[in-house]
């Protein structure tokens, strides 16, 4: 039973494409957060949305562009990916940014830049 | 930022057996500290937390324990069975949601 959903679960594309990474919850969070998970390593942070803005950017490439349309979406823009980029991409939310708040993964969606 | 290291990377036990795995840090504002389990090909799911006032919390055969003045905590797993075998991530958080790190992860693997 999983609480937030990622869609697609599967990508495949090629370094010239275009696409978007979709995540969605219905539990009234106000956090939401996005990860990158590569095999066999733990989830690295790329980004975090409060209350539907932008606060933290852990120094990702422009080629991933973050947007929160409102409480309970979440996307991730791709555009010009590279090799490297293929990964696991988790999405996440909390009830709030603070620290002392546990957090929701959704299953992924499993990205390979051909 | 904060460093964040477990101990040890790889267990393996027999099923029924005990398994400790333990997590240090170095951020002194670090104040909740959830362990998250991850299966193959699933997503990270919180399985324990503890709060910084509280040294040691239960939940059935899981249970965490805190030293903050020694800046680490520990997971433990009482009567393992083949379904806890997983990779396990701590992941201490400051109070002002500043640092998101994952502990690298321990592999444990129960055997029947």
């Known amino acids: 039973d999983t609480e937030v959903t990622q869609t697609p679960k599967h990508l495949v594309m090629g370094m010239t494409n275009k696409k978007s990474l979709k995540c969605e919850q219905h539990?009234?969070?106000?956090?939401m957060y996005w990860y990158k998970q590569k095999a066999k390593k733990p989830p690295e942070l790329m980004f975090v949305?409060?209350?539907?803005?932008?606060?933290i950017n852990e120094s990702v490439p422009s080629r991933f562009s973050p947007e929160c349309p409102n409480s309970s979406l979440l996307n991730l823009h791709l555009h010009a990916l590279q090799p490297e980029d293929s990964a696991l991409y988790l999405c996440?939310?909390?009830?709030?940014?603070?620290?002392?708040?546990?957090?929701?993964f959704g299953d992924g969606t499993r990205l390979s830049i051909l | 930022g904060e460093n964040v290291e477990q101990h040890p990377s790889t267990l393996s036990v027999q099923e029924g057996d005990s398994a400790v795995i333990k997590c240090t840090y170095s951020?002194?504002?670090?104040?909740?500290f959830p362990w998250y389990k991850q299966e193959l090909g699933k997503r990270p799911q919180l399985i324990i937390d503890?709060?910084?006032?509280?040294g040691e919390k239960k939940d059935q055969r899981i249970a965490v324990t805190l030293n903050k003045t020694a800046k680490h905590f520990s997971l433990h797993i009482t009567e393992t069975q083949p379904e806890d075998s997983a990779v396990y991530f701590c992941?201490?958080?400051?109070?002002?949601?500043?640092?998101?790190?994952f502990g690298p992860g321990t592999r444990l693997s129960v055997l029947p």
């Open positions: 996440a939310s909390s009830h709030l940014r603070s620290g002392d708040q546990p957090q929701h």
């Open positions: 539990m009234g969070h106000r956090a």
């Open positions: 949305y409060s209350y539907e803005k932008l606060s």
């Open positions: 951020d002194s504002a670090s104040n909740y």
């Open positions: 503890i709060r910084s006032n509280v």
């Open positions: 992941a201490p958080r400051d109070n002002y949601g500043q640092n998101f790190v």
